[in-house]
């Protein structure tokens, strides 16, 4: 039996209004896709309209006996009793009734098409992990920006499950005998042409991230880099197997600015990483052991660096352990991942964030330097990465709510970057930073604030409407 057989005998209940409110609902949702039963419908509210409003006693005998024979289970009520002088209907009372029930009839129809929109609208997207989707897009924006792109390869596996095996240990590189002072611009010129030097190369780097309990999780990362097309990353699992394989195009932003009021230093001898003389640069705050990098003395490729916490310890470590310059052609494997973004710089029109409202042009002193957008399902999410070269923050919008009635919530990770989300609205606002509280705290204030999602059954409509639309 096809569904219209099934609706067929509920039209006439359906006309008069007599259907239990749930099987209402089902005729309407029926009606709102089938022409051919939306005016079997129209039909039956004319014969009713006119048996109703026809007298018997005016109407000849032969005639009314066929119009109730027609109409059988159909008619309003019997002829004979019907109020007032029954006379058969003029043309012009036949246009007026029949306008009159079309509007009816469309303003059933029209009804039943509004309810099946809210029945249909699809529920807001429920983000259940949200540290770990910011941790992801953290570690993928890192990467693809050249900032340590090996422990954002590390962290993105990681965090889709790599097995990294147990924690081992990490022995700090040996404080420098001596230094000396660099400005905070030698500083940057140095690391800014660090991060932009455009060799070829294969290596293996190894990254270490602190599990908080004097431990660290560690993985390989087999690299290749080919001058002025990119890089291609492979992360190792603790069996030693290929986890997951990234490909970095060729990204150049050139900004780096070193974070006020902090000091650098560098050392007057040369040390030796992955066989090659490396000179270290070491950043301070307030006298405090920030970072350190080795940087290679002839080529100028960053080497090794280390990031310490506010003890002084060794929270992040990422160097290479073999290094061949001048040789590196990239494997074929259709199950590496593209990684890339797009610079700040490549769109500057105004409106071209999410929302039509122009993003962030900085956030606390870092500045935007690049940014990518989705859209899936219906669903759009925007990644925009605010860096000065020494300090990250990535920040992410996505429409929808977060799960268990949760409204906000902060991970800070030992030897991971912190991560802060709330709902703002229709959309779920995160930051991801490797730099300090203050700084996280800072950004957070400069975007919009936390607020309850609010879905109205006019929002539920208009979101039906568009997935009808979509599916015609």
Same mark, same amino acid.
Request: net charge negative; aromatic share 8%; proline share 3%.
């Given at each position: 039996m096809s569904r219209c057989d099934r609706i067929r005998p509920d039209l006439s209940a359906f006309a008069d209004g007599t259907l239990p409110p749930r099987r209402w609902e089902q005729v309407s949702y029926h009606l709102a896709g089938c022409e051919s039963c939306r005016e079997e419908v129209r039909e039956i509210a004319r014969v009713c309209s006119a048996l109703s409003l026809c007298a018997r006693s005016e109407a000849p005998q032969d005639l009314t006996a066929k119009l109730e024979s027609i109409a059988g289970e159909h008619a309003a009520a019997p002829l004979y009793m019907s109020d007032g002088v029954g006379e058969l209907p003029s043309a012009r009372r036949v246009r007026t009734r029949r306008a009159a029930q079309t509007g009816a009839a469309l303003i059933v129809v029209m009804v039943s098409v509004v309810v099946l929109a809210v029945l249909v609208a699809p529920e =807001?997207? +429920? !983000?259940?992990? =949200? $540290?770990?989707?910011? +941790?992801?897009?953290?570690s993928t924006s890192t990467a693809a920006i050249n900032v340590n792109e090996a422990v954002g390869a590390v962290i993105l596996a990681h965090e889709r499950g790599a097995d990294l095996g147990d924690s081992t240990s990490y022995q700090r590189r040996a404080a420098p005998s001596d230094g000396a002072d660099l400005s905070a611009d030698e500083a940057a010129?140095? /690391? +800014?042409?660090?991060?932009?030097?455009?060799?070829? /190369?294969?290596?293996?780097?190894?990254?270490? !991230?602190?599990?908080? @309990? #004097?431990?660290? +999780?560690?993985?390989?990362?087999?690299t290749t880099k080919v001058e002025g097309r990119g890089a291609q990353l492979g992360v190792m699992d603790a069996n030693g197997d290929l986890f997951s394989s990234s490909f970095l195009p060729e990204f150049h932003d050139g900004h780096v600015a070193a974070p006020a009021g902090w000091e650098f230093s560098a050392g007057t001898l040369p040390e030796q990483v992955a066989g090659r003389a490396a000179i270290r640069v070491v950043a301070s705050d307030g006298g405090r052991p920030v970072a350190s990098w080795w940087i290679d003395a002839r080529e100028g490729l960053l080497l090794w660096a @280390?990031?310490?916490?506010?003890?002084?310890? $060794?929270? /992040? #470590? $990422?160097?290479?352990? @073999?290094?061949? /310059?001048? #040789?590196g052609e990239f494997r074929n494997d259709s199950h590496t991942q593209v990684i890339a973004l797009q610079p700040a710089s490549s769109s500057e029109e105004v409106g071209w964030c999410v929302e039509g409202a122009p993003c962030p042009q900085s956030l606390a002193g870092l500045p935007l330097i690049a940014y990518s957008t989705t859209e899936r399902l219906g669903t759009s999410s925007m990644n925009l990465v605010y860096s000065d070269g020494f300090e990250t923050a990535v920040v992410g919008w996505t429409e929808g709510v977060l799960a268990d009635g949760v409204t906000s919530t902060t991970d800070r990770s030992a030897g991971m970057p912190t991560v802060s989300v709330w709902q703002a609205g229709d959309a779920v606002v995160s930051v991801t930073t490797d730099g300090s509280l203050e700084l996280l705290a800072a950004i957070t204030a400069e975007l919009p604030s936390e607020e309850p999602s609010e879905i109205t059954l006019g929002d539920r409509a208009a979101a039906g409407f568009s997935r009808l639309f979509a599916r015609g």
């Open positions: =807001p997207v +429920r !983000i259940k992990d =949200p $540290v770990s989707a910011a +941790r992801q897009q953290y010129t140095m /690391l +800014r042409a660090a991060a932009d030097a455009d060799l070829t /190369l294969s290596g293996v780097q190894r990254v270490w !991230i602190s599990d908080g @309990e #004097a431990g660290y +999780r560690s993985a390989d990362v087999h @280390e990031n310490y916490d506010t003890s002084g310890a $060794v929270s /992040l #470590a $990422v160097g290479y352990t @073999e290094l061949t /310059l001048g #040789a």
